[in-house]
């Protein structure tokens, strides 16, 4: 009896603690993230600006010299607890892109803290524009708080 009532405990315990971290992952990616580069570049080099709302909704835009460049297109996101690690998919009908590739897919939530999210996709379109998951979808994003 006491082993049974152990054994329940754990799980609704693993449940709570999942879910609520799940919302908690969700709330922590809210707001406007820069997204870095490796290369230097002229400080006037257009960048790309997402925005993740509570509405399950990320905006995309171009940004140079603090103005918007391009116009802000509109997806759908979702964080699940998925193989022990937090995945981010961006869903759209149509393509993501604002400057480069198509940003379409699933990516894993590698790093998020109050200033840095780095995001690695494992599934979404290749550069011949096939889905794909693994090595041929490969981005990895580092974005900074803005």
């Known amino acids: 009896m006491i082993k ?7 799980i609704s315990l ?12 969700r709330n922590d990616i809210l707001g406007s993230w820069k997204l870095l580069t490796l290369r230097v570049e002229p400080e006037d080099t257009p960048y790309v600006r997402f925005t993740f709302y509570d509405n399950l909704t990320v ?3 171009a940004i140079k010299n603090g103005e ?6 509109e997806a759908t996101y979702s964080i699940k607890y998925k193989h022990l690690r937090y995945e981010l ?3 759209r009908d149509e393509r993501f892109e604002i400057i480069g590739p198509d940003y379409r897919g699933t990516y894993v939530i590698d790093e998020l803290s109050r200033d840095v999210l780095r995001l690695i996709r494992i599934e979404g379109l290749n550069d011949a524009g096939e889905w794909s ?14």
């Open 14 to 25: 693993a449940i709570l603690l999942l879910g609520g971290c799940t919302k908690n992952k």
């Open 68 to 73: 918007e460049i391009t116009t802000p297109i």
């Open 4 to 10: 049974a009532f152990r054994i329940s405990f754990i």
């Open 59 to 61: 905006r995309g835009v």
């Open 133 to 146: 998951t693994g090595g041929d979808a490969f981005i990895m994003l580092d974005l900074l708080r803005e």
């Open 89 to 91: 998919t961006i869903s």
